[in-house]
């Protein structure tokens, strides 16, 4: 079994920054892409940034320049630093993880892995 767990939300003022993590535990052989997501009340969950496991990102209009997605592939750990934060940045973060690990007949194959979520609230 693979869990993903989140870190880092909370409250911030406009133009601060904050720094979310998430670690994958469990049976993994190895990660695929990671990615963060998130999702704002009555709105669809989006995609923030994308980061390979070669170390190549991809982010949305929306937050490039201001966030940066990072990975470390030896602790199986995504992170995102946000930067000049944003109110219409105000949503819950959702990490995922595309995993190579053994699956419920034994076999491996990958799995697609999300997190708990973590809530980022700014004010303006």
């Known amino acids: 079994q693979v869990q993903l767990v989140e870190f880092g939300g909370g409250l911030v003022q406009a133009g601060g920054s904050l720094r979310l993590s998430c670690a994958a535990s469990?049976?993994?052989?190895?990660?695929?892409?990671m990615g963060w997501y998130r999702q704002a009340p009555g709105k669809q969950r989006e995609l923030v940034a994308t980061?390979?496991?070669?170390?190549?990102?991809a982010a949305a209009d929306s937050v490039k320049g201001r966030f940066t997605i990072s990975r470390d592939n030896a602790k199986n750990t995504v992170s995102l630093q946000m930067n000049s934060l944003k109110f219409e940045d105000t949503a819950v973060y959702y990490c995922?993880?595309?995993?190579?690990?053994?699956?419920?007949?034994?076999?491996?194959?990958?799995?697609?892995?999300w997190g708990q979520g973590t809530q980022v609230t700014v004010s303006s």
């Open positions: 469990g049976s993994i052989f190895s990660i695929n892409d």
């Open positions: 980061i390979d496991s070669g170390g190549n990102t």
């Open positions: 995922r993880a595309d995993v190579v690990a053994r699956g419920p007949g034994g076999s491996r194959g990958s799995f697609r892995y």
